[in-house]
């Protein structure tokens, strides 16, 4: 099995910043892509970032310009700074990561409140 934890979400001003972490861990033989997505109150779950393990990254629309998404290989982490923060940036941002434990399946971290308020 393959356990994901995220950190660091937070309140934050509209305007400022926040690094989100997800560590995984367990019985990993390899990791393919890892990424974001987010859920705000009564909307569908949705892409923000993902990142190959060779480095090639996919951002929604709509935090282009404004979030980062990178990883550590060699540690099985993968972070999202974000910057010029929004307060439709509001919502639940869950990890992901598609991993080889003993076969191939789609972990989810449990999700990590990023509130951006005044």
């Known amino acids: 099995q393959v356990q994901l934890v995220e950190s660091g979400g937070g309140l934050v001003q509209p305007g400022g910043s926040l690094r989100l972490s997800c560590a995984a861990s367990?019985?990993?033989?390899?990791?393919?892509?890892m990424g974001w997505y987010r859920q705000a109150p009564g909307k569908q779950r949705e892409l923000v970032a993902a990142?190959?393990?060779?480095?090639?990254?996919n951002y929604a629309d709509s935090v282009k310009g404004r979030f980062t998404i990178s990883r550590d290989n060699a540690k099985n982490i993968v972070y999202l700074q974000m910057n010029s923060l929004k307060p439709e940036d509001t919502a639940v941002y869950y990890c992901?990561?598609?991993?080889?434990?003993?076969?191939?399946?789609?972990?989810w971290g449990q999700g990590t409140q990023v509130t951006v308020s005044s």
């Open positions: 367990g019985n990993i033989f390899s990791i393919n892509a």
């Open positions: 992901n990561a598609d991993a080889y434990s003993h076969y191939w399946h789609d972990y």
């Open positions: 990142i190959t393990s060779g480095g090639s990254t």
